[in-house]
Antibody
């Protein structure tokens, strides 16, 4: 069965950096584009970034472009999100998500999420 | 960026009643590339509908989606106790954006 396990969240000061990881199993990771989606406490969903299966293309929400970098290691079935210049408004639970088909822009499977808190 | 506005913010209904949720886009959503998700407290979202009207795998037929262009609707024909949740629309025609959500609560 599909499993996505995020890690790397925590408390960081404004302007700081954090790297999130998402360990994937139960499917052919190297065949699927993957997403990061976030949800601020008590708020709605916000798509953050997407990377194609082979890493050839990356896409970002305007709110994070230039500060966040999505990457992947297909040999280790792991997705990453490098977050720099963090702001208070980046505080959220960050989920990695697998689409229902390889290049899809839908969200089918989700990890349990990792909480990022940006606070001084 | 396409902005999605969901209404109502909260819908108070009883089990067995019909729920109608609206999602309005700031510009036309190409190819009706619109999806609906359900999220219950403490859980991750579940994909219900994609391409405006296609049910995802395993979704009961009491859930239906309709619409095109800028106006989309999610209908739950007869509310079951497990349907009380927050519902989000999401467009994937031009980048990816979500609506703010509509909560269906027990009256």
């Amino acid at each position: 069965q599909v499993q996505l396990v995020e890690s790397g969240g925590g408390v960081v000061q404004p302007g700081g950096s954090l790297r999130l990881s998402c360990a994937a199993s139960g499917f052919t990771f190297s065949s699927y584009g993957m997403h990061w989606v976030r949800q601020a406490p008590g708020k709605g969903l916000e798509w953050v970034a997407f990377m194609r299966y082979d890493g050839s293309n990356r896409y970002y929400a305007d709110s994070v472009r230039g500060r966040f970098t999505i990457s992947r290691d297909n040999s280790n079935n792991t997705l990453y999100l490098q977050m720099n210049s963090l702001r208070a408004e980046d505080t959220a639970v960050y989920y990695c998500s697998k689409p229902p088909y390889p290049s899809g822009n839908l969200f089918d499977y989700w990890g349990q999420g990792t909480l990022v808190t940006v606070s001084s | 960026e396409i902005v999605l506005t969901q209404s109502p913010g909260t819908l108070s209904l009883s089990p067995g009643e019909r729920a109608t949720l609206s999602c309005r886009a700031s510009q036309s959503v190409s190819n009706s590339n619109l999806a609906w998700y359900q999220q219950k407290p403490g859980q991750t979202p579940r994909l219900l509908i994609y391409a405006a009207s296609s049910r995802a795998t395993g979704i009961p037929d009491r859930f239906s989606g309709s619409g095109s262009g800028t106006d989309f609707t999610l209908t739950i024909s007869r509310l079951e106790p497990e349907d009380f949740a927050v519902y989000y629309c999401q467009q994937y025609g031009d980048s990816l954006t979500f609506g703010g959500g509509s909560k269906v609560e027990i009256k």
